[in-house]
C-alpha cells in the first residue's frame, strides 16, 4: 500500500475549541435573563474553561471520569461542554425531565463522580441525593439555596481560584468525550458514549451547506435542551463556525423566546414541533418579530405540515424538518427539496423525514432480507456510519443491533434519492385488516385541522378489524369541535379506511422527557378506563 504524505493530527474537541477561541475570538455567548441578557466574548469563555478545568484537576478528576451536568442552556453549560472533555473526563448531561428513578439510574450507571448544577434546579436534584452512590460533590451555578444537596462547591468561587494558561492534554480522538442516556420510553434509559472523533465529524457535517450553513454571521438560538443529544450538535458546530451563541437559560415559554428572538434577532434556531406549535399560537394574539430567523430546524418527532404552512404563510419562516436519535449524535437525516423543485412543489419534500446525509448509511430491513429504495417498499430503517454508536454503554442490548448496524424502530420507506418517509415507530404501527395504518400520517392530517393543537393516535382491539386507531385529540380551549366533524375533515384527506371511528378529546398529551408524545400513557390510560370516548359514526 502506498503511504500518504498528508499530516496526522487527532480529531478531537480540544482541536475545535482552540480554534474557535483564536480565530472567533470576538464572537459572543448571550445568556437570557428574562428581562435583560449577560455577554461574553468567545475569548473571555474560553477563558472561563481553562479555569474550570483547572479547578476540576485540582479537585481530583481524572482521564475517563464521568462528570454530570444538571443545568440549562446557558454560557456555564457551555463552559463544562468544553472543559470536561477536552481535559480527557467525561461531559455526561443530565435529563432534567426524568422522573427521580430515572434520573438516580443513569447517575449511579454512569458512576458521576461530581456534578455541576443549576441553583434553579437544586430542589430537582435533592430529590436523589440520598439514592446516588458514586457522586462525590455537587458544584452549583449561582448563589441560590443549595442546603438540599449537602455541602457544595460554588461554580464561580472555584473558577475566581483558577489561572488560565490550562495545559490541555493529548487525547485519542477515539476516546470518550460525552455521554447521553435516552428517554427510556421502554425499560431503563440506555447510554450512549460519543467518542471526540465522532463529535469532531458531526460538527463538520452540521456545519455544511446541505445541513446547516452556518457561519459567523449567524446567530444561533438552541431552545432544543443542551441534555437532548448534546443539544443535537449545535454547540460544537457553532463554535466551529464562529456564530454568535443565544443561550435561552430557564426561559422557555413562548413570551418570553419571542421576547429574546425580538432582541437578539437569530438567523438560526432548532427545537421539537410542541415548542414552535406553542410560539405560534402565542403569535396568534400578540405582537411578534421572526424577520431575522433565516431557518428553524425542527426534529424529535414528525413536524406536522400545517406547523411548517402557518410559519411560512404568517411570519414568512422556513422551517426544514430533520431526523435522528440519541444513537445517531443525532443528525442522520434532513429534508431540503431537491434541485429544480418548484416552489410549489417544495412542501411535498419538506414534509418528508429527511434525506440521508454523508457520513452515514441506511439500509431498509423485512427481518433479514434487503428492501429496495423504491419510496413504496415499507420496512425497519437500519443505519451505522462515523457518528452512531455501535453498542451501550454497560447494555449489551442484542435487539438494537443487526449485524454491525443500528436497529432504530422506525418503519417506512425510501426512495431513490435517499429521502426517508417515516410511517410509525414499530411499537406504533396500527394493522387494521392486515392493512397499515400510520399513525405519523394519521395525526399530522389531523393536527392541519384549524382548531386541533395536538393529537396522538394508538392502536385500539377491535373485534372485526383486530385493531383500529383512536385519536387523541386536543382543542383550542372555547372550542366545540365534534368527532363527527374532524371525521369529516379527514374524509378527502386520507384513506377512509384509516379514518378513526373512537375519539377522545383530552386536555394534553403526554410528552416523555425530550417533548414526543408518550403513547405508551395513553395505552395505558385508555386500559384503566381513564380516557372518555366518544364514537363518529
Known sequence: MMPSTMQDRPLTITEIFKYGRKVYADSQVVTFMGDDSRRATFAEVADRVEKLAAALTRLGL????RVGTFCWNNQEHLEAYFAIPCMGAVLHTLNLRLFPEQLSYIINHAADR???????????????????????KFIVVGNGDATA???????????????????WPELDERQAAAMCYTSGTTGNPKGVVYSHRSN???????????????????????????FHANAWGLPYATWMSGADFLMPNRFLQAEPLCKFIADERPTFSGAVPTIWNDILRYAEDNPVDFSSLRMIICGGS??????MEKFEQRHNVRIIQAWGMTETSPLAAIAYPPTGCPPEEEMEWRVKTGRIKMGVELRLMDGDRELPWDGESVGEIEVRGVWITGAYYGDDAPEKFHE???????????????????????????????EWISTVELENTIMGHPEVI?????????????????????????????AEQLRDYLSDKVAKWWIPERWSFINEVPKTSVGKFDKKVLRARREHGELEIVEAK
Open 200 to 226: 469532531y465529524l458531526h460538527s463538520f457535517g452540521a456545519c455544511s451547506a446541505s445541513t446547516f450553513g452556518f457561519n459567523e454571521n449567524d446567530k444561533i438560538l438552541p431552545i432544543v435542551p443542551m
Open 404 to 434: 454491525g448496524w443500528l436497529k432504530t424502530g422506525d418503519v417506512g420507506t425510501v426512495n431513490r434519492q435517499g429521502y426517508i418517509q417515516i410511517t410509525d415507530r414499530s411499537k406504533d404501527v396500527i394493522k387494521s385488516g392486515g
Open 302 to 307: 414528525a413536524v406536522p405540515r400545517s406547523l
Open 62 to 65: 481524572q482521564a475517563d471520569d
Open 149 to 167: 444537596l449537602g455541602d457544595v462547591l460554588r461554580y464561580e468561587d472555584l473558577l475566581e481560584a483558577e489561572q488560565t494558561g490550562f495545559p
Open 114 to 136: 461530581f456534578i455541576i448544577v443549576d441553583d434553579s434546579l437544586v430542589p430537582l436534584l435533592a430529590r436523589v441525593v440520598k439514592d446516588l452512590t458514586t457522586v462525590e
Open 454 to 482: 395536538e393529537a396522538a393516535v394508538i392502536g385500539v382491539p377491535d373485534d372485526k378489524w383486530d385493531e383500529r386507531p383512536l385519536a387523541c385529540v386536543v382543542i383550542k380551549q372555547g372550542s366545540h369541535t365534534s
